[in-house]
């Protein structure tokens, strides 16, 4: 084998392990915002309100760019990176004697908060078949 060939084969697979060892960066996975959907929204029963969980229908991820200074107005950490979603997900409250089911599509800001853990911030609501 040349070894022009073989200094460039190894290169390439130096680098390639390389970058599998870079951190993912700023853009969350469907498995963050699901799981920071389920501790925003999913709460134990009290004595006044009803147990409630949610079943991810479909998380669509969309483009990443700095935060704005609107955004910013809004809660975003300066600097953070904010990735658009939609999530479709279904809210499940659980009453003595039923079960009520509501299903939601929301487009959300998602980024890391002051705490670097994956936060979800709700921009826009719809109700299918409503």
């Known amino acids: ?12 697979f130096i680098l390639s392990i390389m970058a599998s060892c870079i951190p993912a960066g700023d853009k969350p996975t469907k498995a963050d915002i699901t799981k920071a959907m389920k ?6 029963a009290t004595s006044l309100t009803p ?15 700095k935060a704005n200074y609107a955004q910013e107005l809004e809660g975003v950490p300066k600097g953070a990176t ?3 979603a939609k999530i479709d997900f279904t809210q499940n409250s659980f009453y003595t004697n039923d079960t ?18 994956w936060a979800v911030m709700n921009t826009a609501t719809t109700y299918p078949g409503k």
């Open 1 to 12: 084998m040349n070894k022009n060939l073989l200094a460039v084969l190894s290169a390439v």
């Open 39 to 44: 501790i925003n929204w999913e709460k134990a």
């Open 100 to 117: 009520q089911k509501v299903r939601r599509i929301t487009k959300a800001w998602v980024y890391r908060d002051e705490f670097k853990q």
């Open 82 to 84: 904010v990735t658009t």
């Open 51 to 65: 147990k409630v969980t949610i079943d991810i229908n479909e998380i669509v991820i969309g483009t990443s760019a």
